[in-house]
């Protein structure tokens, strides 16, 4: 009697966990499109034993009570995830470098290039055309128009690549935000997986595919190192550096620069605010490297693509080849406005310096300044207009200064010295952002420099400007010195821009491909397939049936037992 009253309990169980077991099946099939979600597996395990005889001689003699859940297993595979989420980040990485780069690239070509490639091709033919009659004012008024269109279009371009920047200057500041606030996420789900398994009963199955979510995104925005505790909570570092412990979210903060306005990421926990001292999130003093994974995250590699200035050719100018790879050659918009700066400023400063050439003397000013081997005009072999004005007009001026300072000597002879370009104030150089058009040849272009001393028109000076362009003196940066002309320039930039975008292009392309295939391994680990849990509710229900019938076998013997009796 007692084993048959004990047997109902047997069933009881039985039924009991089929249910248990359908209820996590059900919640799995409702979940199969739940992006993270990751299944449920129930595992049984016996109940206790009765033992009816501890005779040592023999078996124990004991009767089981059923069976039980041991527990439901939330399956996660601790190096795919890590895996997979280094390769997220790192081909965030190259597809923010792609993307910077095909957009360079887009406006440099406008149109396979050909219009900016015209507007070159027209501004040497007006030089042509001067070189065939220097006095006359068609030609000089031919020259003077396409120096126009050509800095215009220069311009343009130097403009464009400008609102870029301040484009993903937005994005950075966005990226930062989300940064911080996947942060907050993470830490807040932290508190709430504490609370619910601090007693070692239940576990936090949704609250934990939550805060997976969060660090996979987080993973695509920077380089992540995290590391579950005891406890359940999961520690962060970004970039090497603390972000999320068991307390804090340290965020990392966007400091705007007050000159460009850009956004640096910076850690401010690790800065002196106050004293305006920073410490960097990245350190681009590290090689971009796969191997030393420097190559992870979208931030990074929006910030590396914006740059940390807006470029002009001193930031090509002068650099070693180290330098130069070390610096701006890592940065595609900084890269592609510096050379395109540096081809308009050697250019102009060339056609400047045949229109108004310049000597070397040394004098005494009559304020008792000493000028020793300055750089002044060049009145002996220099070309005036048809007004005579001294000294010989330049085509293109700076905003910030005269190409020439009036200056009398003691003797009474009158110097004109030579400004030189100011290496920090940007309005004092040949640069595209301060450079316009001699208003003065805008008004009345025969006062462009055709004339000697003597009166006869320049033709040195005018077949000088057309040798200028097949001159193979020129270099697009420090890491391809082969010479070229300047007609030759602007298409080995746009190739350049293009190889560095198709290698970008292929390592994003390969690394979305790995990125892929690593989920799909981990979806085998942690993913619901519809056809198991199908499979597994058909077993449960055959199970709970199973169980109905056996506890109404057992009823009817009791009750067969009981009338009997």
């Known amino acids: 009697m007692a084993n048959g009253m004990g047997s109902l309990y047997i069933g009881a169980s039985g039924l009991q966990n089929s249910q248990n077991a359908l209820n996590t099946t059900a919640n799995n099939l409702a979940n199969v499109d739940t992006k993270g979600y990751v299944r449920q597996q129930v595992l049984f395990a016996d109940r206790s034993y009765v033992t009816f005889s501890k005779n040592a001689s023999i078996s124990y ?21 890590n895996y997979y989420r280094t390769e997220n980040g790192r081909q965030s990485f190259y597809e923010a470098c792609s993307e910077s780069t095909s957009e360079v690239q887009t406006m440099f070509q406008e149109m396979e290039g050909e219009e900016f490639r015209t507007t070159i091709e027209e501004f040497w033919q007006s030089f042509e055309e001067l070189a065939k009659q220097p006095d006359e004012e068609v030609a000089q008024n031919l020259v003077v128009q396409k120096a126009t269109l050509f800095l215009e279009r220069s311009q343009s371009i130097y ?87 068991e307390i804090h979210v340290f965020e990392v903060k966007g400091v705007k620069d007050p000159v460009t306005g850009f956004i640096n990421p910076i850690w401010p926990q690790l800065s002196d605010m106050g004293r305006g001292q920073y410490n960097s999130m990245f350190n681009f003093n590290v090689d971009i490297d796969t191997s030393l994974n420097t190559d992870i995250g979208l931030l990074k590699g929006l910030v590396l693509s914006r740059g940390d200035d807006v470029g002009t050719y001193r930031d090509i100018t002068g650099l070693t080849k180290e330098e130069y790879e070390d610096t701006t050659g890592m940065t595609v918009v900084l890269n592609a406005q510096a050379e395109l700066d540096q081809m308009v400023h050697e250019l102009v400063t060339a056609i400047n310096d045949i229109f108004s050439p310049t000597t070397t003397a040394s004098f005494v000013g009559n304020d008792g300044t000493v000028y020793r081997n300055v750089k002044v005009w060049d009145e002996e072999n220099g070309c005036v207009g048809k007004d005579g004005q001294k000294p010989g007009r330049e085509l293109f001026v700076r905003q910030g200064c005269e190409r020439y300072t009036e200056v ?64 193979k003196k020129q270099t697009i940066n420090p890491s391809n010195t082969d010479p070229c002309t300047f007609k030759e320039y602007y298409r080995r930039m746009v190739q350049d821009v293009g190889v560095a975008g198709s290698v970008y292009e292929k390592m994003a392309s390969t690394l979305n491909d790995e990125v892929e295939v690593i989920d799909n391994n981990r979806q085998q680990v942690f993913g619901v397939s519809s056809d198991e849990e199908l499979q597994n509710m058909i077993k449960y229900q055959s199970a709970y049936n199973a169980s109905s019938r056996f506890i109404n076998v057992i009823s009817e013997m009791l009750e067969h037992l009981v009338t009997r009796m």
């Open 61 to 81: 003699q004991q009767a089981g009570l059923g069976l039980d859940i041991a527990d439901v297993v939330h399956t996660r595979n601790y190096f795919l995830d």
């Open 159 to 245: 403009n464009n690549l400008k609102s870029y920047q301040q484009k993903l200057n937005i994005k950075i500041n966005d990226t930062i935000d989300r940064i911080n606030k996947l942060g907050h996420t993470i830490q807040d789900l932290n508190q709430q997986i504490l609370k619910i398994e601090c007693g070692g009963i239940e576990t936090a199955m949704t609250l934990r595919d939550e805060r997976d979510n969060a660090l996979d995104e987080l993973s695509s925005l920077a380089k992540v190192e995290f590391k579950e505790g005891v406890d359940g909570t999961v520690r962060v570092k970004l970039e090497g550096v603390e972000f999320i412990d």
């Open 408 to 471: 009398t000597a003691t003797d009474g002879k009158v110097y004109y010295v030579y400004n030189e370009e100011d290496p920090v104030d940007t309005s004092k150089m040949y640069s595209i952002r301060s450079m316009e058009i001699n208003a003065d040849l805008l008004l009345e272009e025969s006062g462009l420099p055709h004339l000697k001393k003597d009166g006869e028109p320049a033709w040195d000076m005018a077949n000088a400007l057309v040798d200028l362009w097949n001159q």
